[in-house]
């Protein structure tokens, strides 16, 4: 497979198509053009922005974000501060505080219609109406129902004599306040993952599970959990890196506030590139590198257990 | 969740997927259990059953309800306090504000122009690379997939500042392009078309190739048209996630001009926090085709999205 003759036998004369020695060299140039496209995009907005990052975050910059002089590690060395351990400490809790409600709400749910004889499919569906709310229409709406004025949400303890909540206002409600927000856009998606998993438990396994006289709740938690391991496995995986990229829902509800209660790396990163017109592209790439660590390390144990899942069964 | 195309979905890029996914009420279960309807003890575990997903159900449904039943109440209705909970009737008001506010019909165009490109642009070139790692025989072919695959561990957040730089230093900031170009190309796509590719009948193909058909002829005149399914849910699935975008958007856009809808919701947030009214009836104006598509399309989109989860 010498490129060299096969190609200049090709230039020479247009061969059969079903000329066999000719056909890989074909295929190999034609794979490439298919490929490129994507490769391009890949290679200008993927592979050499990330050497761009690396090379922004080892440089200081001027007021408009021009690199002007070279750092080294100094915007890594500030990370080990107790303002950058405030903003990983926030982004730690609030991803705890999204995926384990989202993970068990949906497991819940999902058992839970199991046991519906009918209409199952169209309360799937319910529950995966939150799914067409962008975050910018999901924020909105909530933040009508967390509005200091005349909040929704207050309004409904308020008739249930209840006291009311400072929903954004209070610097330790506010991280929860866009957790449920973004727990509430996530549940759907689990939902219809784990629904996909339970429909693809072979008929056989129930079976023998109910000749064995599981019924009901034991049914649901020794037979389906199990079974489910690796959707909630994957599910459990994607709900954490979402969190982590988690930004609108910050953006529009509390602007990261109040006093950066609610500043995770992502909004950080935003912050110290974008808003107010800072520019600090040195100190955003930093952290930026930092988020892509922390992906990363994520992906990588995904798919070092499924890797493992894949011999198992 | 993010709904920027991203890392998001990345981790489902495992290998051990196969894209189809086994519609979950066919199951046997469901008729099996029928037949141990009986007793008072069934009766109670039944109410309890329906009790359970109502205090779920509630609170996931409520949104939506509150959204659609704010926009059409009286805007005094909503300022008050404790804001009414039931309609009261159909008031045009907060519709007419929030379009009065914002010009939410041209950012509705914005997003449906880029939403559109990046659709059709992601479809083309997911196929054309897919159909090159499942019909062409080259050297590196598992290598180059598998760096494919890697792209989707990236988190699209990362590569924003660099991507910021490159297309505002090439005068694309605030137009389409600039909106557009970095996700013209998304492994995700590649991904699932892929193992949809893999699954088409191989004595069709050389069926085709013996009569002399060539690669692109065979892919634009057979397989794409056989493929619908998959390449419905992959639009589908991109069609959402970039009609949902924020971040990209809020950066490269300046302009009222070139704001997509979902930007024009936080502007009409941040000038019109006093009036709920407008933001639900913009919340809900927004919503309204990505609604239609999860309810009419649930299918392809479940697919789309589950590809990875189930083995």
């Known amino acids: ?313 | 969740m993010s709904r920027e195309p991203s890392a998001a979905v990345g981790a489902a890029g495992t290998g051990t997927a196969t894209g189809t996914v086994r519609e979950p009420e066919r199951t046997g279960p469901v008729r099996a259990r029928a037949r141990h309807r009986h007793g008072f003890g069934h009766v109670f575990g039944r109410v309890l059953l329906f009790l359970l997903l109502a205090a779920f159900l509630v609170p996931v449904l409520f949104p939506v309800y509150y959204m659609f039943v704010g926009t059409f109440m009286e805007p005094r209705e909503l300022s008050t306090f404790p804001p009414r909970l039931l309609p009261t009737g159909v008031h045009p008001e907060n519709v007419q504000g929030a379009l009065a506010a914002v010009p939410l019909l041209r950012m509705y165009t914005n997003s449906l122009v880029m939403a559109g490109i990046i659709t059709l642009c992601q479809l083309f070139t997911s196929a054309l690379a897919a159909y090159a790692f499942v019909f062409l025989r080259f050297r590196g072919s598992a290598v180059v997939f598998a760096l494919f695959l890697s792209t989707l561990m990236v988190p699209a957040e990362a590569t924003f500042i660099p991507n910021y730089l490159t297309l505002t230093g090439w005068g694309l900031g605030d137009t389409y392009a600039g909106l557009v170009l970095p996700f013209l190309a998304y492994a995700f796509g590649t991904f699932l078309l892929r193992q949809s590719f893999k699954q088409f009948p191989r004595e069709l193909y050389d069926a085709a190739r013996i009569d002399g058909m060539g690669h692109l002829r065979f892919l634009w005149t057979i397989l794409v048209p056989l493929s619908k399914p998959a390449l419905t849910a992959v639009g589908m699935y991109v069609f959402i996630t970039s009609w949902n975008m924020y971040f990209w958007p809020l950066i490269i856009t300046r302009s009222t001009e070139m704001q997509t809808l979902q930007i024009g919701l936080n502007s009409l947030k941040v000038g019109e926090s006093s009036n709920p009214g407008l933001l639900l009836a913009g919340a809900a104006l927004s919503v309204l085709p990505t609604l239609a598509l999860v309810i009419f399309g649930q299918r392809f989109i479940v697919r789309g999205l589950t590809a990875g989860a189930v083995k």
């Open chain 1, 1 to 313: 497979m010498t490129p060299g003759p096969v190609s200049e036998r090709r230039a020479a004369s247009p061969p059969p198509p079903t000329s066999k020695r000719t056909r890989p060299a074909r295929d190999a140039t034609l794979a490439w053009g298919f490929l490129a496209p994507s490769v391009l995009v890949f290679a200008l907005f993927l592979i050499y922005p990330l050497g761009r990052t690396v090379y922004l975050s080892m440089h200081g910059n001027d007021i408009i974000g021009r690199p002007n002089r070279f750092v080294g590690l100094s915007h890594f060395a500030e990370m080990v501060s107790p303002e950058f351990g405030r903003i990983l400490l926030t982004t730690l809790v609030f991803t705890l505080g999204v995926v384990v409600p989202g993970v068990v709400g949906a497991l819940a749910v999902v058992l839970l219609l199991e046991g519906v004889l009918r209409g199952q499919r169209i309360l799937r569906g319910a529950f995966a109406l939150p799914f067409a709310f962008s975050v910018a229409s999901a924020s909105v709406v909530f933040a009508v129902f967390y509005s200091p004025g005349n909040s929704v949400l207050n309004g409904i303890l308020y008739r249930m004599g209840l006291d009311q909540v400072p929903w954004l206002t209070s610097q330790e409600m506010a991280l929860w306040s866009v957790a449920i927000t973004t727990v509430w856009m996530n549940l759907g998606y689990g939902v219809l993952v784990l629904a996909a998993g339970i429909g693809a438990i072979p008929k056989e396994v129930n079976e023998a599970a109910r000749i064995d006289g599981a019924t009901g709740p034991r049914l649901a938690w020794d037979v389906t959990v199990p079974m489910l391991g690796p959707q909630l496995f994957f599910l459990i995986v994607i709900s954490t890196i979402n969190a982590l990229q988690s930004f609108g829902q910050i953006h529009i509800l509390t602007g990261g506030g109040p006093v950066g209660s609610t500043t995770t790396l992502v909004y950080s990163i935003y912050q110290d590139a974008f808003a107010y017109g800072t520019s600090d592209f040195g100190r955003a790439s930093a952290q930026a590198l930092v988020l892509l660590a922390v992906v990363l390390v994520c992906t990588v144990i995904q798919f070092g257990v499924i890797e493992r899942k894949v011999h198992y069964s």
